[in-house]
Nanobody, 114 residues
Framework: QVQLVESGGGLVQPGGSLRLSCAVSGFEVSIYGMAWFRQAPGNKHEWVSSITIDGTTMYQDSVKGRFSISRDNTKNSVYLQMNSLKPEDTAVYYC????????WGQGTQVTVSS
């Protein structure tokens, strides 16, 4: 049974940092390209960042230089380090495969506000 469990969100002031975690069960992240997506109220899921099987990383332009994606195959987990957060980063964050072909987890809320 596939499960994606995101955690690590919260309320942070502009300029702050958060580290999101995604614990995966039901498939091996080592053989999938993995990604983080986000969804703001009223919007569709938006791709944020992805990491390929060989570790190549890609980022949406708006988060380049501020966010960093990583994976730990031994823990079957994916992470997103978010620095210099901006109010426009406010959203529910989800992990999934690069093609979002697994059922979505519950996500983790990130709110950037003073």
């Amino acid at each position: 049974q596939v499960q994606l469990v995101e955690s690590g969100g919260g309320l942070v002031q502009p300029g702050g940092s958060l580290r999101l975690s995604c614990a995966v069960s039901g498939f091996e992240v080592s053989i999938y390209g993995m990604a983080w997506f986000r969804q703001a109220p009223g919007n569709k899921h938006e791709w944020v960042s992805s990491i390929t099987i060989d570790g190549t990383t890609m980022y949406q332009d708006s988060v380049k230089g501020r966010f960093s994606i990583s994976r730990d195959n031994t823990k079957n987990s994916v992470y997103l380090q978010m620095n210099s957060l901006k109010p426009e980063d406010t959203a529910v964050y989800y992990c999934n495969t690069r093609w979002a072909d697994k059922n979505w987890g519950q996500g983790t809320q990130v709110t950037v506000s003073s």
